[in-house]
């Protein structure tokens, strides 16, 4: 343990050479651990399989900055790991074959939707019929008045 309580290199060091750590109480060896408390996020400590904790490889804590960064970065690690389950658990339920009846009734759905579809077309395209029938008419009203105009004034500019 004198080792690890110098710098926190030889600390690291330590950590990666020696596997076996103090004995805990109950005369076991402990093991290394990452602490992710939001107390102690990412601290190595020796662990006892039976017991826990027994003492911390990293005998210096870590300043507040250290702890928010690592805390932030569990939580996007969270994140990610809840991400990748949801894709896993939706790979492995597209990638089940499908029954035929499962096959048959989403032929049914899709049918029935693009049956509705159609429908809103069909009146989509009545609708534009109608109003381009009207628009016409206004048109060609609007060229009969502005005729009808024209020759009044022509008429009316050339009795004076």
């Given at each position: 343990m004198a080792k690890s309580e110098g710098s926190s290199s030889s600390a690291r060091s330590s950590y990666k050479k020696k596997v076996d750590g103090p004995l805990c109480y109950c005369n076991k060896r402990s093991t290394p651990a990452k602490a992710w408390t939001d107390d102690n996020p990412g601290r190595r400590f020796w662990c006892c399989g039976s017991h826990g904790f027994v003492d911390w490889?990293?005998?210096?804590?870590?300043?507040?900055?250290?702890?928010?960064?690592?805390?932030?970065?569990?939580?996007?690690?969270?994140?990610?790991?809840?991400?990748?389950?949801n894709l896993k658990q939706l790979l492995s339920t597209a990638s089940q074959p499908a029954t035929s009846e499962d096959s048959t009734a989403l032929l049914l759905e899709e049918g029935d939707r693009l049956a509705e579809e159609k429908k809103k077309l069909e009146i989509a395209l009545i609708t534009s019929v109608e109003k381009e029938k009207l628009l016409r008419q206004f048109i060609a009203l609007s060229m009969g008045g502005f005729a009808v105009v024209t020759v009044i004034l022509v008429i009316t500019i050339l009795k004076k």
């Open positions: 490889i990293d005998k210096q804590e870590q300043n507040e900055c250290q702890k928010q960064s690592l805390l932030e970065t569990r939580g996007v690690m969270d994140r990610q790991r809840e991400e990748i389950r």
